[in-house]
């Protein structure tokens, strides 16, 4: 069993920043991949990043490269978010995964954890 718990989340202007934590904790936490998905009011959940927690490998949705960046603390079972020139429709609940095989997946359905999410919210 993972547990994870997100904060970070806020209220920023555009063109701003923020970094969303993922705390994992439990006996298997140190072999999942983690990744961020979110969620905006009427849409579906979207892949966002995700990281191996060995070798560090990433990938990004097309929509925020070159804008967020993924990485992890491993020593603090920690994977951080940061977000920067943030966008209004960036907007949306954000949440962290784990998934239990360590594969670098965009699929929702791949991913076996998940925290409570954390509200980002981008104002114009």
């Known amino acids: 069993q993972v547990q994870l718990v997100e904060s970070g989340g806020g209220l920023v202007q555009a063109g701003g920043s923020l970094r969303l934590s993922c705390a994992a904790s439990g006996r298997t936490a140190s072999r999942c991949a983690v990744g961020w998905f979110r969620q905006a009011p009427g849409k579906e959940r979207e892949f966002v990043a995700v990281?191996?927690?060995?070798?560090?490998?990433?990938y990004y949705a097309d929509s925020v490269k070159g804008r967020f960046t993924i990485s992890r603390d491993n020593a603090k079972n920690t994977v951080y978010l940061q977000m920067n020139s943030l966008k209004p429709e960036d907007t949306a609940v954000y949440t962290c995964a784990a998934d239990y095989y360590g594969l670098l997946t965009t699929a929702v359905a791949e991913y076996d954890y998940w925290g409570q999410g954390t509200q980002v919210t981008v104002s114009s």
């Open positions: 990281i191996a927690w060995a070798g560090g490998g990433t």
